[in-house]
């Protein structure tokens, strides 16, 4: 038999790696969750607009456990493969449900990091598919994991079965084995972490989208895409209360008082950037408009069908001081790609909902 099959076929080093993948997969799942709840609030769930950085680090932290998801995911299959190939298929009813649920498991999983790749890669293959579909399938994963470890808690938590010793052989080792999944889950995480893991970040080969780009920040959608490089003539800002609506000119605007701050702009691909952003604060705006700061807000663009045309602001973050409708970005003007005439920016916010080309504002 080969040697680096027999090392690697052992209950200790799958439950090993079982034990980092159950780390991994629960550290993005929580986190994946959380972007939701965020992204898609209900009644109960609210989001502060403080710590500035806690979304850029919560969504860091899903994306680089998803990757070492991937080595791990891999080795653990590994480990475990010849035993899909076990006969009889089907000893008992409870051992059917334990391959059944194994089935699933390797499934959903690997959708999930499939998915979550190639949307980390090409920034949203297939539209409004994707989220809904990497939601649902989460909960199938997770779901899997609590029967799977249920299955096997007897032997995660019975005695430890003396293993065979080895044979010294010129292969691999059990050690060696778990060592290079290590290895890999390590390289693996270093190499794609500096998107958003500032001083990773000139060790980061796969890093992606960072420091390029217009006005020194990476572009998502870009107002070509968006169909918005012509700005209508007389633009203004409209701002409907429950008073009425106001509008306002980019020159209104700039007569505003103008705050600057440096925010991060956290995709929820990944990447992540900071960097100093100038323009009127909501209280501010709010205010100058004759509103409450602190109320809802709903923020419209000129883009006419995107799926980020729209967002909704709450008042948690229209009551903070940091809360921007910017105008410009590091001592610029908004360039059209990063949403001119005029953008949302707030703190601790998903990128999605930094929305570009802002059109009108409803207070709620
Ligand atoms: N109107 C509009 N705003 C948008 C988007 C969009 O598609 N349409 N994309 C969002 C996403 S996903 C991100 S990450 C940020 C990126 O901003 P940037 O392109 O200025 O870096 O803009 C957000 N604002
Ligand atoms: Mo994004």
Redesign the pocket.
Known sequence: MNHFRAAAHSPAVTSRIGAALGVTFLLCFLTGLLSHLIQHPPGWFTWPSRPVQLYRITQGVHVISGIASIPLLLAKLWTVYPKLFERPAVRSIPHALERLSILVLSGAAFFEVTTGLLNVAQN?PWDFYFPSLHYAVAWIAIGSVVVHVAVKLPIIRGPKEPEKPEKPSPGLSRRGFLRSTWLVTGVAVVATAGATVPWLRHVSGLSWRTDK?TQG??????AAA?G?LEIPPGWRLEIATTAGTRSFSLTDLVALPQTTAELP?????G?S?SAVWTGVAFPDLLRAAGAEPGSDVRVL???RN??????ELPGTHTADPLTLLALQ?NGEVLAP???YPC??IAPNR????????VRRLEVR
């Open positions: 949203y780009g920040v990476p572009v998502n959608r870009t968006a918005v702009i956290a995709c929820v691909e990447w950037q663009s000129l883009e995107g799926l980020y045309a729209t967002s970005l790609d990063h949403g953008r949302v998903p990128g999605v909902l930094q929305t570009k080309w």
